[in-house]
């Protein structure tokens, strides 16, 4: 029997508009955090995809004259799809809620849900937010001040309110209060970090409602399959996703190889649908929950939560334009805490591009590949005796991959860069400390510079692995100056668990200069 596929997903994002870096930044951290699965030699399924029915794609389509299967077509191809591209995601699957795959899964979920009694109808007199297609609860209505002035606001995300009554289906939410707490104690792990965990505790030990299912109001969704004049509330369908990309209702065969998902990365703003919501719809249907929801933090940018009303939504191809997708994929990954706020800014990717990306990473594999070919003529000369310095060097690698690794497992994907960069400035260090450059003027040192080289390629050989899936482009073109083999990649060869390995470069090879892999940038025009 194979071994079991590491099963990976982002939220589905909502297509009423274009994305932002803050879409951005989960599918990233998602694609870092698989790539390293994968460069660990395992199975991997890595999904994403989009959310294009409800109220709000239904207004934002008639609002410009077209149909909403024309909006969403139009958004996908134009703006979803190409931020992909843009940042280089190796996702292994990008599902539409439009998809007859979907439907048929979404469809067959919720008929077994009624077939097992877990559905009964009902009428809703409420609140719902259009903004964020949410029924809100009614100590979390507030009126609205300033521009929201004369409406009525959710105090969970500040959206404005309208006031619906409709006749809904339910499902029965209050009654799984308990296997949900149960859950969480049992799996302290389940919810992740501390801090969202804490919130859903505090929001299932405040007492659950029963959960609406349905809207009869309008009619851009999925229908109901025993009552088509309902289509399906559209955060009940959109949980779906992750069941039925895994093959929910369609393919068996696949659904038993993925399901359970390993981890759901979610912004914490959603937490609750997928910590709360979503394992009680799992619980009544008999099937396993998630094995971990993990919820990532905001993204400030001069101090506030991006949005579009606050004018500060940043598209990643403006900071991919000018840094590059493996810049844009290392600052995020590097300079934010995943699962806290952080604050970025303009500068601050600049800053750390110079001096942690150009100075310190691109230097070093420049000046290596450098001084190998002006005193071996190209070739990787073989290594002597290690000494003290070197054997540092290697122990420094054994210890900051194994530090790596752990922390990706526990998805600090941070940490993880933090251990790695360690290899860059000792590599950097030592070649200041031992001065290849003064050795090489004496003949009879030669082996000693061979073996310095040697030891500083062998250092920069692991960082193009364990970078790899950070920044994917800049590590290629390292591993193929290095004159490593076989190509770099998810192989048996090029696995992070065996990457501290040493004296895998073979003397000989040809090691050349490639152009500089981070060249700086004149920030004042750009």
């Keep these: ?13 909502y297509v009423n508009d274009a994305p932002h870096i803050g879409h951005g930044y989960t599918t990233t951290i998602g694609d870092v955090i698989t790539r390293w699965h994968r460069q660990r030699g395992e199975r991997v399924h890595y999904l994403t995809g989009v959310d294009e029915h409800g109220q709000k794609v239904l207004r934002k389509a008639d609002a410009n004259g077209v149909t909403p299967q024309e909006w969403v077509d139009r958004l996908v191809e134009n703006e979803w799809l190409p931020m992909l591209r843009t940042i280089d995601a190796a996702n292994d699957d990008f599902i539409r809620t439009t998809e007859t795959r979907h439907e048929k899964g979404a469809q067959a979920f919720w008929q077994d849900l009624n077939d097992r009694g877990e559905v009964y109808r009902g009428e809703f007199s409420g609140w719902y937010s259009v903004g964020s297609e949410e029924f809100v609860a009614d100590e979390y209505v507030a009126d609205g001040e300033g521009e929201d002035e004369g409406f009525k606001v959710s105090t969970l995300d500040g959206s404005r309110l309208e006031h619906v009554t409709e006749e809904n289906y339910f499902f029965p939410l209050s ?25 859903v505790l505090a929001f299932v030990r405040g007492g659950l409602k029963d959960l609406s299912i349905s809207r009869s109001t309008f009619d851009w969704g999925i229908p109901l399959p025993w009552d088509d004049s309902h289509v399906m509330y559209v955060w009940i369908e959109a949980l779906l996703n992750y069941v039925t990309a895994a093959g929910y209702g369609v393919d068996d065969e696949q659904f038993e190889d993925l399901w359970p998902a390993n981890v759901h990365f979610v912004g914490k703003d959603i937490v609750r649908f997928h910590a709360v919501i979503w394992p009680a719809l799992l619980m009544a249907a008999g099937l396993p929950v998630p094995n971990r929801v993990f919820a990532h933090g905001w993204l400030l940018v001069g101090g506030q939560k991006m949005s579009k009303s606050k004018a500060n939504g940043i598209h990643p191809t403006e900071i991919v334009g000018t840094f590059g997708s493996d810049a844009y994929r290392y600052y995020f990954t590097r300079a934010l805490t995943f699962g806290s706020d952080g604050s970025i800014s303009w500068e601050d990717i600049g800053a750390r591009y110079h001096a942690e990306l150009a100075n310190g990473f691109g230097n070093l594999a420049s000046r290596v590949a450098a001084m190998v070919g002006k005193y071996f003529d190209g070739e990787l000369p073989a290594a002597g005796p290690l000494g003290d310095a070197e054997q540092h060097i290697v122990d420094t690698v054994a210890t900051a991959v194994a530090e790596a690794d752990e922390a ?6 941070q940490d993880a860069l933090t251990a790695v960069w360690r290899i860059v400035d000792a590599l950097n260090l030592y070649i200041t400390e031992t001065q290849p450059w003064a050795v090489a003027k004496d003949e009879s040192r030669r082996e000693y510079l061979g073996t310095i080289l040697n030891t500083a390629a062998e250092g920069l050989r692991v960082l193009a692995v364990t970078l790899h899936p950070v920044m994917p482009k800049a590590t290629t073109s390292l591993w193929e100056s290095l004159g490593a083999e076989p190509d770099l990649g998810p192989l048996a060869d090029q696995r992070i668990d065996q990457v501290a390995t040493w004296a895998r470069l073979r003397p000989g090879s040809t090691v050349t200069k490639v152009p500089s892999l981070f060249p700086r940038i004149d920030l004042a025009e750009s």
């Design 408 to 413: 990706m497992e526990r998805i600090a994907p």
């Design 175 to 199: 009654k799984y209060a308990d296997r949900l707490l149960a859950l969480y104690e049992e799996r302290p792990d389940f919810v992740q970090p501390e801090s969202a965990r804490n919130e």
């Design 1 to 13: 029997m194979p071994e079991p596929t590491f099963y990976a997903t982002t939220p589905i994002y």
